[in-house]
């Protein structure tokens, strides 16, 4: 199965470890070949998610990254930390696990959108981790990745190398049911996790959606319902490669309403140039009344600089390298309102926290209230 390269990766002291992972993942799931990829990201940065134990794995691996590999956000904004009410303690180990990651050539990008740093290409061959990131590369890009873990994505990462096995194979990636979609896409992909976990959407919208809605329908698409792509009429670049399934459901997005919020937390995933300017827009010059919270990459904060310093006069906190989820900040607060079906999913589970949804406009109107 392995090639002589991949056999000297087994043998080579730097790089056996990580090449150990991922001949045992081939073998779990009978996978013939490896494969060479283009590009990893890697999840589990947060000291939150990880803490000791992850950080002291991280620690014991050897060698240097190969290809480009980007990182998923971590538990605090690294430089606004005390602000979101982040402890000395918890900053510390934080910043500890970067500097291993930088230690390792990894770009510490701190971000759930890292094709906005990089584009992948139709066909490449990935692994990444980051369920939200992996169902956008399959399914807009026609990218080709499983959804790695973070340890998985690392050993790919230090390899070049993943298992060919699953979305990795063209026949693996037909549609295996057709939805019509109706209302916001966050909700219809939230929705449509739940009803039909695991498969292979084909959806149909009432109108073209835009890059930002798709972000937001793979995010929670991955989120509850174990997705890693679907197919969109018209831009998924494989979709007429396929036979359309011949089931139908119909899936319909509506707005309910929730608890009452003292935050409004938006950019999960992090926020686009597109989306800052959009949040701009529809504050129309009004004071911010309460919490509003903005998450984007800190990329996209620098190519944003204007609108992001408008936002902040206007009362908003646009935070960098983070996200309501993966930071333990968000804990001071009953209720949360978020126009992402992905939070609408975690914030329960990981910060015990009522969640209220609402599409952006609904977002920002709460917070100028
Ligand atoms: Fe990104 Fe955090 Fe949401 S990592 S997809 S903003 S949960």
Same mark, same amino acid.
């Given at each position: &199965?392995?090639?002589?390269?991949?056999? *000297?990766? *087994?043998?080579?002291?730097?790089?056996?470890?990580? &090449?150990?992972?991922? !001949?045992? /993942?081939? #073998?779990?799931?009978?996978?013939?070949?490896?494969?060479?990829?283009?590009?990893?990201?890697?999840?589990?940065?947060?000291?939150?998610?990880?803490?000791?134990?992850?950080?002291?794995?991280?620690?014991?691996?050897?060698?240097?990254?190969?290809?480009?590999?980007?990182?998923?956000?971590?538990?605090?904004? /690294?430089?606004?930390?005390?602000? &979101?009410?982040?402890?000395?303690?918890?900053?510390?180990?934080?910043?500890?696990?970067?500097?291993? +990651?930088?230690?390792?050539?990894?770009?510490?990008?701190?971000?759930?959108?890292?094709?906005?740093?990089?584009?992948?290409?139709?066909?490449?061959?990935?692994?990444?981790? %980051?369920?939200?990131?992996?169902?956008?590369?399959?399914? !807009?890009?026609?990218?080709?990745?499983?959804?790695?873990?973070?340890?998985?994505?690392?050993?790919?990462?230090?390899?070049?190398?993943?298992?060919?096995?699953? *979305?990795?194979?063209?026949?693996?990636?037909?549609?295996?049911?057709?939805?019509?979609?109706?209302?916001?896409?966050?909700?219809?992909?939230?929705?449509?996790?739940?009803? /039909?976990?695991?498969?292979?959407?084909? +959806?149909?919208?009432?109108?073209?959606?835009?890059?930002?809605?798709?972000?937001?329908?793979?995010?929670?698409?991955?989120?509850?319902?174990?997705?890693? &792509?679907?197919?969109?009429?018209?831009?998924?670049?494989?979709?007429?490669? +396929?036979?359309?399934?011949?089931?139908?459901?119909?899936?319909?997005?509506?707005?309910?309403?929730? =608890?009452?919020?003292?935050?409004?937390?938006?950019?999960?995933?992090? =926020?686009?140039?597109?989306?800052?300017?959009?949040?701009?827009?529809?504050?129309?010059?009004?004071?911010?009344?309460?919490?509003?919270?903005?998450?984007?990459?800190?990329?996209?904060?620098?190519?944003?600089?204007?609108?992001?310093?408008? /936002? %902040?006069? *206007?009362?908003?906190? !646009?935070?960098?390298?983070? @996200?309501?989820?993966?930071?333990?900040?968000?804990?001071? +607060?009953? @209720?949360?309102?978020?126009?992402?079906?992905?939070?609408?999913?975690?914030?329960? #589970?990981?910060?015990?926290?009522? !969640?209220?949804?609402?599409?952006?406009?609904?977002?920002?109107?709460?917070?100028?209230?």
């Amino acid at each position: &199965m392995l090639s002589r390269e991949e056999e *000297l990766l *087994l043998e080579n002291e730097e790089t056996k470890d990580c &090449m150990k992972i991922i !001949v045992a /993942l081939a #073998k779990v799931f009978n996978a013939e070949k490896l494969v060479k990829i283009s590009s990893a990201h890697i999840s589990g940065v947060s000291y939150d998610n990880i803490g000791d134990e992850g950080l002291e794995w991280l620690k014991s691996i050897k060698g240097k990254v190969v290809v480009p590999t980007t990182l998923n956000p971590a538990g605090m904004d /690294l430089e606004r930390w005390k602000e &979101m009410g982040i402890g000395e303690e918890f900053y510390k180990k934080q910043m500890e696990i970067i500097e291993v +990651f930088k230690n390792l050539g990894v770009q510490i990008t701190l971000t759930c959108t890292p094709y906005y740093i990089q584009k992948p290409k139709f066909g490449e061959h990935l692994a990444w981790a %980051e369920s939200s990131a992996v169902v956008y590369a399959n399914s !807009v890009f026609g990218a080709r990745t499983n959804r790695e873990s973070g340890i998985s994505a690392l050993a790919s990462a230090i390899t070049g190398r993943t298992p060919y096995y699953g *979305l990795h194979i063209k026949e693996n990636r037909a549609p295996t049911v057709v939805v019509k979609a109706k209302g916001d896409l966050s909700l219809v992909g939230y929705k449509a996790g739940l009803e /039909l976990p695991g498969e292979i959407p084909y +959806f149909i919208f009432e109108r073209k959606p835009s890059m930002d809605e798709l972000k937001l329908l793979s995010a929670s698409i991955a989120a509850s319902g174990n997705v890693a &792509m679907f197919h969109a009429e018209g831009i998924t670049p494989e979709c007429k490669d +396929f036979e359309k399934p011949e089931e139908v459901v119909e899936i319909d997005g509506k707005i309910e309403k929730g =608890c009452e919020a003292e935050l409004v937390a938006i950019g999960c995933p992090h =926020c686009s140039k597109e989306e800052l300017e959009e949040i701009l827009k529809l504050i129309a010059g009004r004071k911010v009344k309460k919490e509003l919270w903005i998450f984007t990459s800190r990329k996209v904060a620098e190519e944003s600089k204007e609108v992001v310093e408008k /936002l %902040e006069k *206007l009362g908003a906190k !646009v935070f960098r390298d983070t @996200c309501m989820v993966v930071s333990p900040a968000t804990e001071k +607060f009953n @209720c949360v309102m978020v126009n992402s079906g992905k939070a609408l999913e975690y914030l329960p #589970k990981k910060r015990k926290l009522e !969640v209220s949804f609402g599409d952006l406009k609904a977002c920002v109107e709460n917070a100028v209230r």
